[in-house]
Structures are given as structure tokens and as C-alpha cells.
């Protein structure tokens, strides 16, 4: 569904091709969303099926090869409104693939576990460490609302780093497993 809004909510601005819409979602949204370039041209064409966008154009650059522009029709802003109320009405508890891990745990050499969640560590370290520095560099050209999503994903980050140290901390004193 995401893949879905993203493209009708970028449409709403302009007329786009597929490749414009993806570098849009890797420069301003790729630290907050998970959106596959293949999944673009996919759900492009799609939304095309289903009457919610348009091609209006067909471009190509000298040996490049050709590029569909599509446009929202009134249709697909009544589809954008119903997915965006969909996500502001969502409550669904999220859950985590990790958390089975954790359950089977016991199947794992000690050191093993110990060696997974350091680098786990080290990974949500980086990944905090990469925001802000995307944040500071995105800084001027952000819309306001920008800030609260970059917030949003840091406090994501900062307590599965907190919970994670913990875990290790209680794997390595023998509470778990």
C-alpha cells in the first residue's frame, strides 16, 4: 500500500516518469521508507490499470531509452485520500521477525548470539549515525513536517539500540536464555 500512496502523493504535486519518482523517494524519503525501484513500474502500471493515473506522455533522449509520463486523475485523488485515511487510522500492532529468533534463542551457541547482537549494535549505531547526518544535510530544503519524521525514525532507532544493549547485557550476565 505504501508503494501505492508514495506514488499518487508525488503525483499530486506533478506530471512524473518512473525513474523521476524513484529518485524522489531515495533522496527525501529513503531513511523512512522501504520502497523497491522495481515495485515502482510495477504499481505504475497498476495504478494505470485500475484508472487511478495516466500516461500522458511518451519522452526519450537521444539513445536513452523511452519514458512514460503519468499524471493523477480525479480518481486517483479520491484513492489517495482513502489510503492516506487508512494509514492515519491504522493502530495495528506491529510485530518483529527478530522476536522469533529471540524465542528459539536456545538453538544458538552463546557466542553466536552475543556476536549477532554487537553487530546489531553496530548496525543501529551507524543506521542513527547516517540519519543525522542526512538530516543536517537535508536541512534546508525540508518542509517542516520533515523534522518530525526524522524524529520519528531516530526514537525507532534509539530504543531498539537501548533494548537491544539490554539483551545483550542480560545474555551475557545468564539471564536469557
Known amino acids: 500500500m505504501s508503494t501505492r500512496l508514495v506514488i499518487l502523493g508525488l503525483l499530486q504535486e506533478r506530471a512524473l516518469y518512473g525513474y523521476e519518482i524513484k529518485q524522489i523517494i531515495e533522496e527525501h524519503m529513503g531513511d523512512w521508507t522501504s520502497i523497491a525501484?522495481?515495485?515502482?513500474?510495477?504499481?505504475?502500471?497498476?495504478?494505470?490499470?485500475e484508472g487511478f493515473i495516466e500516461k500522458v506522455a511518451t519522452e526519450q533522449e537521444g539513445n536513452r531509452p523511452s519514458r512514460s509520463v503519468y499524471q493523477i486523475n480525479?480518481?486517483?485523488r479520491?484513492?489517495?485520500?482513502?489510503?492516506?485515511?487508512?494509514?492515519?487510522?491504522?493502530?495495528?500492532?506491529r510485530t518483529f521477525d527478530f522476536d522469533i529468533g529471540l524465542f528459539f534463542s536456545r538453538a544458538l551457541p552463546q557466542e553466536e548470539i552475543r556476536d549477532s547482537l554487537?553487530?546489531?549494535?553496530?548496525?543501529l549505531e551507524a543506521a542513527l549515525q547516517h540519519l543525522a547526518t542526512h538530516q543536517t544535510e537535508q536541512e534546508a530544503g525540508i518542509?517542516?513536517?520533515?523534522?518530525?519524521?526524522?524524529?520519528?525514525?531516530?526514537?525507532?532507532?534509539?530504543?531498539?539500540?537501548?533494548?537491544?544493549?539490554?539483551?545483550?547485557?542480560?545474555f551475557e550476565r545468564g539471564t536469557y536464555p
Do not use: C, M
Not at 42 to 49: I, N
Not at 118 to 123: F, L, M, P, S, Y
Open 78 to 93: 479520491v484513492e489517495f485520500q482513502r489510503l492516506l485515511r487508512e494509514i492515519w487510522h491504522d493502530t495495528t500492532q
Open 118 to 123: 554487537n553487530r546489531r549494535i553496530t548496525e
Open 74 to 76: 480525479e480518481a486517483g
Open 37 to 49: 525501484f522495481g515495485s515502482i513500474y510495477f504499481a505504475l502500471a497498476k495504478l494505470t490499470e
Open 143 to 170: 518542509p517542516p513536517i520533515a523534522h518530525a519524521i526524522f524524529g520519528h525514525t531516530r526514537v525507532h532507532l534509539q530504543a531498539e539500540l537501548r533494548w537491544t544493549r539490554d539483551l545483550l547485557e542480560g
